[in-house]
């Protein structure tokens, strides 16, 4: 673990405002998270990286499984003007960083960002994703528990109470 703590450090140096290298007993993967999506969400249906599209928790939880180690970050205290402008900047450090971690030789790098994907105005579903690379699907949209697994790391996670408040956006990188 400890040789992997330069990623934390390079994800600072991106524009993360917290990143923490956690053991993947942090992650939780529940069944509940997905039917936030499905009930509760309008964006169930119209992104390839959400829901139905997305790994159903039982698939997640056998890939997390599979690893030992993930960088958990955060940028925090998002004014809702600037939220559209943080989820595609959110995106892009996440695909630089699984790529530089992926190309230093941890071949099953892989990331999840949070909240629906907005690389594209409209996203085609009913044909393949014309950004491969940078999109990934979010970590709920997956089954991931994120306020536990953030809250389990040691980092803070609230409920956003009021439309005009800020919020916090979270990504993860499994790694091994
Ligand atoms: S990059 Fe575009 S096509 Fe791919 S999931 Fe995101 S919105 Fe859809």
């Not at 991106?14 to 997905?34: E, F, L, Y």
């Not at 409209?122 to 970590?139: F, L, V």
């Amino acid at each position: 673990m400890p040789g992997l703590r330069k990623y934390a450090k390079r994800a600072l140096s991106m524009g993360m405002t917290k990143a923490k290298i956690i053991s993947v007993d942090n992650i939780v993967v529940k069944n509940w998270v997905r039917i936030k999506c499905q009930y509760g969400c309008g964006g169930y249906g119209k992104r390839l990286t959400c829901p139905p599209y997305s790994p159903t928790p039982e698939y997640m939880q056998k890939m997390v499984n599979e690893y030992s180690t993930a960088l958990l970050m955060q940028i925090e205290d998002i004014p809702p003007a600037k939220e559209t402008r943080m989820s595609r900047k959110l995106k892009k450090i996440l695909a630089e960083l699984e790529r530089e971690i992926f190309l230093d030789g941890y071949y099953k790098a892989f990331g999840m960002a949070s909240g629906p994907c907005r690389l594209c105005r409209t996203c085609m579903t009913a044909k393949p994703c014309i950004h491969p690379y940078e999109a990934r699907p979010a970590m709920e949209a997956c089954g991931i528990d994120v306020y536990q697994t953030v809250r389990n790391s040691g980092l803070r996670l609230n409920v956003v109470k009021e439309e005009d408040s800020c919020c916090t956006y979270n990504a993860l990188i499994l790694i091994e």
